[in-house]
């Protein structure tokens, strides 16, 4: 099977249960919402903030794990891959107890000092924040094997899992919520156990099929350790901004406004997220081609499998996001029973930065094949570190939440349009003529689809089920048909037609 075929079926493969996974997704959100209510909810969200926002160093070791154990394949199985595998598990295992000791401290001086809450409410955040703590602790451990299965391409497991957590995650919202006491308690206790449940399914797994995720102490080696170390330290730094703006983010909204509008901003983001979850398949099941051709020697066909893959990425993007814009009122009125003040607008400027997001993301594979990361570290998180004291300002000025979407979404254009390209030209020998080229195409589906979808939706009623879906199902046939035609070329229809026709004749 070439590697465009192969591409595409794992493609085709996640996004069926992709699917599944989002509308699952949704509905818990809906459920657990209406199970906590829009305070409790806020409150989850902010304190188990603070735990994501600390492990930013394990996201950085996770970003060298996946690159190093994709590199080494790429090269052939070998005693060097077992000995990779185990020096990086014993790392995140390191990597999580350092975090245990910084969340501790610094997580409970949040909570008894700043966090905006009732007072009857301060133990029942103690009580989510250690249980997010451990819930975190056993996240970071578990990178090295979900990194390996990547790794081998081998995308079932992955998808088949992700089907499996969410349903749980599902079955957790209706118990909380026929749960007469301590709900925000026993969701926070429930979703560590299905942490645990994920972490033992991937290990057996691993344990089971791939040789090298046999932990051995002798195979631990700390030369192998310092390439690992001396990149991810890199990127350490991109993963501090991102954490720094997610969450805090979330604690100034906390701060100065209240857990509601904390709430109609992560009500935003899992949307977003769900959305997100599509594009990530078709990366997940590109990228380790771009890194394994790189590391075969193979660099023109890694840089036209990038540009590729990221034209495509956007394009996949633009299918969800024109129609989630346009309908994002009503969506989210149908989605929730309460819907809080500012969701709305969150959602609609969170598939605006989405969509450069995707071109910020995808041509940072090139430096991360190569693993020359110190450019990008010392310039993309300088203007990331600027929005959180930027929001502090305004909020102190009095300022509408709003300026979070507005200052986000000029921080993923520079990026994603100036940062990046110069970066990949100058240190992976990307052209500027190919990186223009490729915006070029994308700016032109993105308009005709933006004046089709206008002209054909014109009188139709948004606030109507029969009108919900006479847009979704227009606005989606219009772009796919506009993509077909002006955005991807003929070799690129082939692939996907006949890996859908293999795959349909299979079943």
Same mark, same amino acid.
Not at 128 to 152: D, K, R
């Given at each position: 099977m070439n590697n465009g075929s192969r591409i595409a079926r794992n493609t085709m493969f996640l996004y069926f249960r992709m699917m599944c996974v989002m509308l699952v997704s949704l509905y818990t959100v809906r459920v657990t919402l209406s199970a906590l209510g829009v305070e409790d909810y806020g409150i989850y969200q902010a304190v188990g903030g603070i735990v994501t926002m600390l492990s930013f160093v394990n996201n950085a070791l996770g970003t060298g794990s996946s690159r190093f154990l994709t590199f080494e394949l790429g090269k052939g199985f070998s005693e060097r891959l077992k000995q990779t595998f185990s020096t990086l598990l014993m790392a995140h295992v390191f990597i999580a107890v350092c975090v245990l000791v910084v969340a501790e401290l610094a997580g409970m001086w949040y909570i008894f000092t700043h966090l905006n809450v009732a007072d009857e409410k301060i133990f029942s955040a103690v009580i989510?924040?250690?249980?997010?703590?451990?819930?975190?602790?056993?996240?970071?451990?578990?990178?090295?094997?979900?990194?390996?299965?990547?790794?081998?391409e081998q995308l079932k497991i992955y998808a088949y899992v992700s089907l499996v957590e969410v349903s749980v995650?599902?079955?957790?919202?209706?118990?909380?919520?026929?749960?007469?006491?301590?709900?925000?308690?026993?969701?926070?206790?429930?979703?560590?156990?299905?942490?645990? +449940?994920?972490?033992?399914?991937?290990?057996?797994?691993?344990?089971?099929?791939?040789?090298?995720?046999?932990?051995?102490?002798? #195979?631990?080696?700390?030369?192998? #350790?310092?390439?690992?170390?001396?990149?991810?330290?890199?990127?350490?730094?991109?993963?501090?901004? %991102?954490?720094?703006?997610?969450?805090?983010? #979330?604690?100034?909204?906390?701060?100065?406004?209240?857990?509601?509008?904390?709430?109609?901003?992560?009500?935003?983001?899992?949307?977003?997220?769900?959305?997100?979850?599509? +594009?990530d398949n078709f990366r997940t099941a590109a990228n380790p081609q771009i890194i394994k051709k790189f590391a075969s020697?193979?660099?023109? /066909?890694?840089?036209?499998?990038l540009l590729t893959s990221t034209r495509l990425s956007y394009f996949l993007m633009l299918v969800l996001a024109i129609p989630i814009i346009i309908l994002a009122e009503p969506l989210l009125n149908f989605w929730l029973t309460d819907v809080p003040e500012y969701s709305v607008a969150f959602l609609q400027w969170s598939m605006v930065q989405s969509l450069f997001a995707v071109f910020d993301s995808s041509l940072y594979i090139a430096l991360y094949a190569k693993g020359q990361l110190r450019e990008n570290a010392l310039l993309s998180p300088?203007? /990331?570190?600027?929005?959180?004291? +930027?929001?502090?300002?305004?909020?102190?000025?009095?300022?509408?939440?709003?300026?979070? =979407?507005? #200052? +986000?979404?000029?921080?993923?254009?520079?990026?994603?349009? %100036?940062?990046?390209?110069?970066?990949?030209?100058? %240190?992976?020998?990307?052209?500027? =003529?190919?990186?223009?080229?490729?915006?070029?195409?994308? /700016?032109?589906?993105?308009?005709?689809?933006?004046?089709?979808?206008?002209?054909?939706?014109?009188?139709?009623?948004?606030?109507?089920?029969?009108?919900?879906?006479?847009?979704?199902? %227009?606005t989606f046939i219009s772009n796919l048909v506009i993509i077909s035609c002006f955005g991807v070329k003929k070799d690129e229809r082939e692939i996907v037609i006949n890996a859908i026709g293999k795959r349909l004749a299979k079943l």
């Open positions: 989510v924040f250690q249980l997010s703590v451990i819930t975190a602790m056993m996240s970071m451990t578990q990178i090295p094997y979900t990194a390996t299965i990547i790794a081998h995650k599902l079955a957790i919202a209706f118990a909380i919520s026929v749960s007469p006491y301590y709900r925000l308690e026993l969701y926070a206790f429930m979703l560590c156990c299905n942490q645990l +449940l994920v972490m033992m399914i991937y290990r057996v797994y691993c344990y089971r099929h791939y040789m090298e995720s046999h932990f051995s102490r002798k #195979l631990i080696s700390f030369d192998l #350790l310092r390439p690992v170390v001396a990149f991810s330290s890199w990127s350490c730094f991109a993963s501090l901004a %991102i954490s720094f703006i997610n969450q805090g983010t #979330l604690l100034l909204l906390n701060t100065f406004f209240s857990p509601v509008v904390v709430s109609a901003r992560v009500i935003a983001l899992q949307v977003n997220s769900a959305t997100q979850q599509f +594009l020697g193979d660099y023109a /066909g890694s840089q036209r499998l300088s203007i /990331g570190f600027l929005v959180v004291p +930027l929001e502090y300002i305004l909020f102190r000025y009095g300022y509408s939440p709003m300026v979070v =979407a507005y #200052l +986000l979404t000029g921080v993923y254009a520079t990026l994603g349009l %100036i940062i990046k390209p110069v970066l990949i030209c100058r %240190i992976a020998n990307y052209r500027y =003529a190919d990186i223009f080229r490729m915006f070029v195409r994308c /700016g032109i589906v993105t308009l005709l689809s933006l004046g089709s979808v206008y002209l054909l939706i014109t009188g139709i009623d948004v606030n109507t089920y029969k009108g919900f879906g006479e847009i979704c199902v %227009i």
